[in-house]
T-cell receptor
Framework: AQKVTQVQTEISVVEKEDVTLDCVYE???????LFWYKQPPSGELVFLIR??????QNEISGRYSWNFQKSTSSFNFTITASQVVDSAVYFC?????????????FGAGTILRVKS | NAGVTQTPKFRILKIGQSMTLQCAQD?????MYWYRQDPGMGLKLIYY???????DKGEVPNGYNVSRSTTEDFPLRLELAAPSQTSVYFC??????????????FGDGTRLSIL
């Protein structure tokens, strides 16, 4: 069975600090996909990134970077020089390639509070 | 391009009442999903559909029903509202494909309170 665990329930940082949100997953499938979504205080869910199980290359997008390590079943998300606008709930999610309906399993979320 | 549209945005129901949460997408996505998000929790799948006329239960289907008569619409019905169904409901859709790497696109959510 697939499972996603977000290690931190809540993180508080001061603006300009770097912060890492940890995501650990479980799956028996060899082909799977990992996602990060952001939920700002306004409530909508915003897609940030997807990564497939065959691509362990790290990705950087502006102040955001993602570190995928199959050996430790982790897909961690780092925000560099955090800003108040980064305050949100961040969700990690997993989808197995063989799963009918391509359903997503979400972690419980990490609340990030960035203080000025 | 509207994406995924959910109505209403907010609703208060009395115990035992019924209502339908509407979801429509204009992206020609075959796959659609309904989730609920309880306070401080992640999203849990209620029902999903891989195409018109096809629906399946997710993790927490009890107390809900769905239908999918068209590709665009995927309404969620609560027949006898209970306080435990107080939650934020999200509808999502995704592009069909042989691989599951396409992201799901979410609506803005419906905040439902049962009193």
């Amino acid at each position: 069975a697939q499972k996603v665990t977000q290690v931190q329930t809540e993180i508080s940082v001061v603006e300009k600090e770097d912060v890492t949100l940890d995501c650990v997953y479980e799956t028996r499938d060899t082909t799977y996909y990992l996602f990060w979504y952001k939920q700002p205080p306004s409530g909508e869910l915003v897609f940030l990134i997807r990564r497939n199980s065959f691509d362990e290359q790290n990705e950087i997008s502006g102040r955001y970077s993602w570190n995928f390590q199959k050996s430790t079943s982790s897909f961690n998300f780092t925000i560099t020089a955090s800003q108040v606008v980064d305050s949100a709930v961040y969700f990690c999610a997993l989808s197995e390639a063989g799963e009918y309906g391509n359903k997503l399993v979400f972690g419980a979320g990490t609340i990030l509070r960035v203080k000025s | 391009n509207a994406g995924v549209t959910q109505t209403p945005k907010f609703r208060i129901l009395k115990i035992g009442q019924s209502m339908t949460l509407q979801c429509a997408q204009d992206m020609n996505h075959n796959y659609m999903y309904w989730y609920r998000q309880d306070p401080g929790m992640g999203l849990k799948l209620i029902y999903y559909s891989v195409g018109a006329g096809i629906t399946d239960k997710g993790e927490v289907p009890n107390g809900y029903n769905v239908s999918r008569s068209t590709t665009e619409d995927f309404p969620l019905r609560l027949e006898l509202a209970a306080p435990s169904q107080t939650s934020v409901y999200f509808c999502a859709s995704r592009l069909t494909g042989g691989l599951s790497n396409q992201p799901q696109h979410f609506g803005d959510g419906t905040r439902l309170s049962i009193l």
